[in-house]
């Protein structure tokens, strides 16, 4: 029995008599594609390290022999039935290794391929233009206009971001400010990443926050995956080509386009410990299918033996416009893998007047999921009133595979007469303090929230989401809880949303909301109707009907109108059209009810200047790619939807996952007639922030056709 093996892992680590070489593997009998490896006089170097990469089973590499240069010996290899040739006049290096030597699952981290990318400068931009008439005597109508950029710079392992805002409004008044800007790099030897500038600090142990300095923490999408809690394993299924995104927290953290067909992702790792995530499949139709993934981790636990720190100084950074003391700081934290299952971790966080110290342990349940219990302490001045207090916390989350089930769940007790605040709690304080106003933060007592999604196949899924506090004195807390579902019935779309909200000092308020899509086939097209619905407790009821879907040939240009009708109120009309292109995306659309006449107007894309030229494309995320099929236009790719190659052959790929494997695939169907590519797929692993470089051999005439 032999494995099929991913080619990812097939990388040799240098040696001095090691030269490198571009070669061709075949793995049990499966073609692979070209990498570029080290061959040591013509014999190719298999050490530990790479064996650990391929995914060998510790026990077996653990009865392995090496030599002085910590390669693999032949007569050890001939035992295993580890077999391989090295075929030099053809570059070819030939592989069959026996399936139980290998776990099935892949360890997600191939050191020697991690690639810094290319050398490059980019522009992010977006172009927000808002036509509003006024609606009152007092209100002015005009053009508002926005402009974002955000600059970076490539250098080896090093990446500058700077982030800008130019803005006009309607009145005359117009500026600019710089939003961001840092210095960062990944360790690679630590597993950690440096930050100079701006950021967060994390959320794993206290309350994140927005500063201006210095950072030294742990990366965790740096290890494998079998040092970390969970893995996910995508699977679903499209009815056409479509365009698959993943969300994390609300951003769009993962993009691929795929075929007609079942498929699965498995080189998606969440790029944060902690916040839900969102898959959606937009077919080309336009329909869209949203479903939330299984997905639940205790941040703060980690393997035995391991250590996750975080070290930072600097100082608290307000959001633009907010008038607020920028209180110098410094927070270290750590969790050590003390034993099997346990956790231990401790942190400690000190500002102007300010000290806050934490301690806590977590034990991995196993099939009963993670549990963890901490309590922080902090003590503090303001106006010459010394304060301090404790909050006990306890954390709760399972991920049930099998099921497809997610839970977390969190309570937080505040001790009585305990003046517990964060560090940004007594910052925000002291501004207030100045209008002679003061908070009720102390008067807290109890504070939870729940979170719980449930999928039934691949087009049905419940979500529940709830939070809530519990105060003492004359404030009785607050409560907020969402609850969705939806499902797919002979192709017909249901989603359902109910709200329910009482905010403290304000009236309760419940929404329900409807949604029903049905798609129709006209003129070889599908344009789906809805109708959408949503009550309100507290408001006007509305109702109306939307139709969306897409056109052209490559289904690049999507359109969207709704007329709702709000009860006792006024009739509105909202539409709009999208297009993506190889350069960016541009929207437009218009609003009108009642008096009300808006229009809207974007239009986002990216500039990318690098050793070969200056490429054009749609916006890049943290991690990207650029694809060259050298002096062939027009050809596509799985991984970017909309897009082909331009007049040189270069392709921006907006999304890809840092740290793991990415298969950057071509379309071929969309080929001319009689024309053939000898490999139509290429791996990367790149490091974060990275702008890998693709290049394949451009298309060749099928000698058969001819």
Partial sequence: MTLRLSPLWLVLLTSPLAAEQRVSIILNDTWKGTISMTVNDGVPCLSRPLMEEWGVITPLLERLEWDAQGCLTAASARDYSLDYEFVTQAQMLLLTFPEPAFNAQQNGVSTSRWDDGINALFVNYRLDVDKRRARYSWDTSGTDSQLALESGLNVGPWRMRYQNMFWRERDGGRGSYTSGYSLWRSLEALRARFTLGDGYTSSNLFASMAYRGVSLASDNAMLPDRWRAWTPVINGYARGEAEVTIRQNGERVYRIHVPPGPFTIRDFNPPNDEGSLELTIQESDGTERVRVLPYALMPNLVKQGRFNYELATGRFKPYHGVEMDKDRFWQSTISWGAWSGLTLFAGMQQGERYISQLVGAGRNLGNWGALSADVTGARYSQRGETMSGNVWRLRYAKAFLSTETS???????????????????????????????????????????????????????????????????????????????????????????????????????????INISIPLSLGGR?????????????????????????????????????????????????????????????????????????????????????????????????????????????????????????????????????????????????????????????????????????????????????
Avoid: C
């Fill in 407 to 513: 839970l977390t769940a969190q309570l937080r007790y505040y001790p009585r007469r305990s003046q517990y605040r964060t560090l940004e709690e007594k910052i925000n304080r002291a501004a207030m303090l100045q209008y002679d106003w003061d908070d009720n933060t102390t008067e807290r007592r109890l504070a939870g929230q729940l979170e719980l999604n449930q999928n039934f196949g691949e087009d049905s899924s419940i979500g529940l989401s709830w939070r809530w506090m519990r105060a003492r004195g004359r404030t009785s807390g607050s409560s907020e809880l969402t609850v969705s579902a939806n499902t797919t019935w002979r192709d017909v779309d249901i989603s359902l949303y109910g709200g329910y909200e009482r905010p403290q000092g304000y009236p309760e308020e419940a929404t329900l909301g």
């Fill in 526 to 706: 599908v344009t789906n109707v809805g109708y959408v619905s949503e009550l309100a407790s507290h408001g006007k009821d509305t109702h109306g009907v939307n139709v969306y879907g897409s056109t052209l040939k490559d289904y690049s240009l999507r359109y969207d109108v709704t007329a709702q009708h709000e009860v006792h109120g006024s009739d509105a009309l909202n539409a709009s059209l999208g297009y993506q292109y190889n350069a960016g995306e541009a929207n437009v659309s218009m609003s009108r009810g009642g008096s009300r006449r808006d229009w809207h107007g974007d239009v986002s894309g990216s500039v990318v200047i690098h050793g070969g030229g200056v490429t054009l494309g749609q916006p890049l995320g943290g991690t990207s790619a650029l694809v060259e099929v050298p002096d062939t236009p027009g050809v596509g790719f799985f991984n970017q939807f909309g897009v082909t190659t331009n007049r040189s052959g270069e392709l921006l790929v907006s999304y890809m996952t840092p740290w793991r494997v990415n298969h950057v695939t071509m379309d071929t169907f969309d080929l001319p007639e009689g024309l053939r590519v000898a490999n139509d797929e290429l791996q990367a692993v790149p490091t974060d922030g990275a702008i890998v470089h693709l290049r394949f051999m451009p298309p060749e005439k099928d000698s058969k056709k001819e």
